[in-house]
């Protein structure tokens, strides 16, 4: 069978790929934003790069930093058309199914291909924020409701996307809900936890922009310190806005407190394993991977809940807490010292997600549903 993948080029998309390795398919990776690098992790992938310039001229990206105007009126006859570049590539192919990942990124691009080949069978990722907060503006509304019309195959990441895929035309077969990156290689991350026994850190996801609110977490730590002077408190993944805040604020001053830019998924694990409390605040998402890996890793998790979807593996009170709130600092607030100040609470949950989570997310089982599901396509 010959497998298409169209993705931009993403860690979760590279994980979800590699359960395909010596499954016996010939799978071809479409990289649509073009990085036209080639990718080692998944070399065994037949990777389609260095498609979009016509010349990749001396000084682009200094134009393009330096003079955008310019930069844009040049890339008019510069780039070629994904369109029309996909098309081809499904001439050369003929492949059996395309898969795309992320609705914007990997599907609207390739819409009007798809509409003309529809006996290629489509299959469509759903990651993140594609259908809960994008569906409310009208224009992306119609955007969503053509692609759902035209894939016949959907995975989401959580049930309450597959709800609203539903209630936009999508009329077609559900293959599942499946993390947005596939499974986890349990025991290598019990390994870090057994040379980790003393967790004593609060870790938090740096997130800030369109949908995410890291900031508010950090505001809700202000004026907390007497509590949280006991405990190292780390923030990861964290960009410009956050450490521009961070610098401006009395945390700056913490001796306790430290930011980190983008780290390796490893490094994020070593932290983990030292962590007892995981912290991520997002107005829009699916379920957020990186509160999986925290469950994984034994730490209790408090993570926001956008249009219901998080509610779906926590309880809150009872194995973590949910952010109702995203901009309610106080709301925020009230959940860390509801943690910090129940120890039992945090073991228990621990417990209860090692027995009735955890192993659903191992990386054998995800890959086993996953390659089942492409042979019911292929059938």
Not at 16 to 31: A, C, I, K, M, N
Not at 36 to 50: M, P
Not at 251 to 266: M, Y
Not at 354 to 374: E, G, H, Q, R
Request: charged share 25%; hydrophobic share 40%; proline share 3%.
């Amino acid at each position: 069978m010959r497998i298409l993948m169209v993705s931009m080029p993403n860690l979760h998309f590279f994980r979800w790929t590699e359960q395909l390795r010596e499954s016996g398919h010939e799978v071809y990776w479409f990289d649509v934003t073009d990085g036209a690098k080639e990718v080692e992790r998944i070399n065994w992938v037949k990777q389609i790069i260095g498609w979009k310039f016509r010349w990749d001229y001396p000084g682009r990206i200094y134009f393009k930093i330096h003079f955008p105007k310019l930069y844009s009126f040049i890339q008019q006859f510069n780039e070629r058309n994904t369109a029309r570049v996909f098309e081809q590539k499904i001439l050369e192919i003929q492949p059996d199914i395309v898969h795309s990942f992320a609705l914007y990124i990997s599907c609207t691009p390739i819409l009007q291909v798809m509409n003309k080949y529809t006996h290629v069978k489509w299959v469509y990722s759903s990651w993140g924020s594609d259908l809960y907060d994008l569906q409310n503006n009208p224009n992306d509304l119609i955007d969503i409701q053509n692609v759902l019309k035209r894939v016949d195959y959907l995975f989401t990441d959580c049930k309450r996307d597959y709800k609203i895929a539903q209630n936009h035309g999508f009329e077609n077969d559900f293959l599942g809900v499946l993390p947005g990156g596939g499974g986890y290689h349990l025991d290598k991350m019990k390994a870090k936890l057994v040379l980790e026994q003393n967790k004593n850190t609060i870790l938090i996801k740096g997130f800030q922009g369109k949908w995410g609110r890291a900031i508010n977490v950090l505001k809700a730590l202000e004026g907390m310190k007497d509590e949280l002077k006991l405990f190292s408190i780390v923030v990861f993944g964290a960009n410009n806005l956050v450490e521009d805040f961070f610098k401006n604020s009395e945390l700056s001053k913490w001796a306790n407190f430290s930011i980190l830019g983008k780290i390796a998924q490893n490094e994020v694990f070593n932290l983990m394993a030292k962590s007892f409390l995981f912290i991520g605040n997002s107005r829009s998402d699916g379920i957020p991977n990186t509160m999986i890996e925290a469950i994984c890793m034994n730490v209790f998790p408090i993570q926001s809940n956008p249009g219901g979807a998080t509610q779906e593996l926590i309880t809150d009170g009872f194995n973590g807490f949910l952010i109702e709130d995203t901009e309610n600092i106080e709301h925020i607030r009230t959940k860390i010292r509801q943690t910090l100040n129940n120890k039992e609470l945090i073991k228990k949950a621990v417990e209860y997600n090692a027995i009735n989570l955890v192993p659903s997310f191992d990386y054998d089982t995800i890959k086993k549903k996953v390659n089942n599901s492409y042979l019911k396509v292929f059938n």
